[in-house]
Nanobody, 118 residues
Framework: QVQLVESGGGLVQPGGSLRLSCAAS????????MGWYRQVPGKQRELVTT???????RYADSAKGRFTISRDNAKNTIDLQMNSLQPEDTAVYYCNLQSFTGRWNDYWGQGTQVTVSS
């Protein structure tokens, strides 16, 4: 069983910064992808950014230049540094882990609220 625990959400003013963290525990394959997705009410969950076990990173266009993902393979943790936040970044942010054990297994954290408002 895999568990993902997120932290670091909250309220920030436009132009501000927040840092999200996610810690994975349990049976995790060495071949994996971790990342962040976000969702607002009435819309589909969307990709923010992912990073795989060899450090390959993917960003959504909305995140490029403002968000930075990093990971610690030894600790199975990822961080998301979010700068220049705007009201449209307001969403519930979910940590995701895709772990390959002959097939891909998908795991989600409980989500953390990020609100950007003056």
């Amino acid at each position: 069983q895999v568990q993902l625990v997120e932290s670091g959400g909250g309220l920030v003013q436009p132009g501000g910064s927040l840092r999200l963290s996610c810690a994975a525990s349990g049976s995790i394959s060495s071949i994996n992808v971790m990342g962040w997705y976000r969702q607002v009410p009435g819309k589909q969950r969307e990709l923010v950014t992912t990073i795989n076990n060899i450090g390959r990173i993917r960003y959504a266009d909305s995140a490029k230049g403002r968000f930075t993902i990093s990971r610690d393979n030894a600790k199975n943790t990822i961080d998301l540094q979010m700068n220049s936040l705007q009201p449209e970044d307001t969403a519930v942010y979910y940590c995701n882990l895709q772990s390959f054990t002959g097939r891909w297994n998908d795991y989600w954290g409980q989500g953390t609220q990020v609100t950007v408002s003056s």
